[in-house]
Each structure stands twice: as C-alpha cells, then as structure tokens.
T-cell receptor, first 115, second 111 residues
Framework: DAGVTQSPTHLIKTRGQQVTLRCSPKSGHDTVSWYQQALGQGPQFIFQYYEEEERQRGNFPDRFSGHQFPNYSSELNVNALLLGDSALYLC??????????????FGNGTRLTVT | QKEVEQNSGPLSVPEGAIASLNCTYSDRGSQSFFWYRQYSGKSPELIMFIYSNGDKEDGRFTAQLNKASQYVSLLIRDSQPSDSATYLCAVKDPNNNDMRFGAGTRLTVKP
C-alpha cells in the first residue's frame, strides 16, 4: 500500500524563479492538502484540493497556486520566489473533504531553499 | 484567527518517566484532535487521535480531551530515548475541514 509520495526531495532555486512540487496521495485517498513548515514552526496550511478544485485556502498569497489531476495527484506552484519561501513543503492526503474525523497522512516533504 | 497553542519546550524527561504534552485550541466547535510526532528533518507521523471527552489509550500513549476547557494533552509513559522528537497538536476546523497545527513541543528523553 503506497503512502504519500512527493518529488523532488530537495530543491534549490534563486529569488524570482518559479517552482513546481508534486504529490501522489496514499492509495484510496482523494483529498490533498499542502502545508509549509518553516524551521522550528508547525506546518502552516496553504490549500486543500478535492475533486480537482481548490476547496480551502490558508493565508498565503496568490503566488502560491495548485492543481489536482483526475488521478488525485497534485502540484504546488510558487511564482516569484522570495527568500522567505525557503521551507519544508508537506503534502498530506486524506479521504473526503467533509470528513472531520479523517486524519492526514503526510509525505516525506520537499525541502526548498531559495538563494 | 483560530489558534492551536502548545508550549514550545524543550521538555526534558529521564528515561522511564512520564512525559506530559499540552495543547489548547480556540475554536469551541472543534470536534477532532490529533497528535503527530516529527523527528528532526522528517515529516509528521500520526500517533493518536481523539474525538470524545476523556482518555484514549494506545500502548504507552494516552490522549486526553476536555472540550469544556478546550484542552488536549498527550501522555507518554515509560519514555524512551527514541521518543525524542517534536510533538505536534492538530485540530480540524469544523467549518472548513482543514487541519491547523500548533508550533510543536520538542521532547528530549535522556538515558
């Protein structure tokens, strides 16, 4: 039973560039959430995708965008990178966007460094 | 802004002791509460969830929930050095169904 997979593992980008991160959810899951985790902080919610639509969004600028594909996999895009975007980006999957009891299962994350 | 608050620690306990981790949340309508463990450089791993007031036990772990006080705790009995990690408290927003995390408590278990 494949868990949540993310790629790439590490990424180094320059300020102003654009980046795309990818995620495949755990088998059987249909909802994907993205989080940003800065060093020493808890994960901060970016957005959630269900049925190929963005259902919820946290307090992140429009530079952060995403997509969900028919096979439930997802991408996170960040434009015009800033130094402050350096963080661990976590993808989490769950079953159903309305199931308040469904836990999140996390991938191993993508470590993004912006120089 | 709906908050989840944790003491950042670090919390240090000797091997074999009970570690007590605490969390408060601001949204009184919250219904589901989760504890995640995160080793340094790794992703969060689900260890416990609780929905009803009272205690829930799973091996050496006990989660406690008091909705009236908006308080969740995690007890780790017979703490082991391998329990040394950051413990994240998470609460699902009942309106939006997204999960909000506290900043985490760093636990060190000393041999």
């Amino acid at each position: 039973d494949a868990g949540v997979t993310q790629s790439p593992t590490h990424l180094i980008k320059t300020r102003g560039q654009q980046v795309t991160l990818r995620c495949s959810p755990k088998s059987g899951h249909d909802t994907v959430s993205w989080y940003q985790q800065a060093l020493g902080q808890g994960p901060q919610f970016i957005f959630q995708y269900y049925e190929e639509e963005e259902r919820q969004r946290g307090n992140f600028p429009d530079r952060f965008s995403g997509h969900q594909f028919p096979n439930y996999s997802s991408e996170l895009n960040v434009n015009a990178l800033l130094l402050g975007d350096s963080a661990l980006y976590l993808c989490a999957s769950s079953l159903g966007d309305r199931d308040v009891y469904s836990p999140l299962h996390f991938g191993n994350g993508t470590r993004l460094t912006v120089t | 802004q709906k908050e989840v608050e944790q003491n950042s620690g670090p919390l240090s306990v000797p091997e074999g002791a009970i570690a007590s981790l605490n969390c408060t949340y601001s949204d009184r309508g919250s219904q589901s509460f989760f504890w995640y463990r995160q080793y340094s450089g790794k992703s969060p791993e689900l260890i416990m969830f609780i929905y009803s007031n009272g205690d829930k036990e799973d091996g050496r772990f006990t989660a406690q929930l008091n909705k009236a006080s908006q308080y969740v705790s995690l007890l780790i009995r017979d703490s082991q050095p391998s329990d040394s990690a950051t413990y994240l408290c998470a609460v699902k927003d009942p309106n939006n169904n997204d999960m909000r995390f506290g900043a985490g408590t760093r636990l060190t278990v000393k041999p």
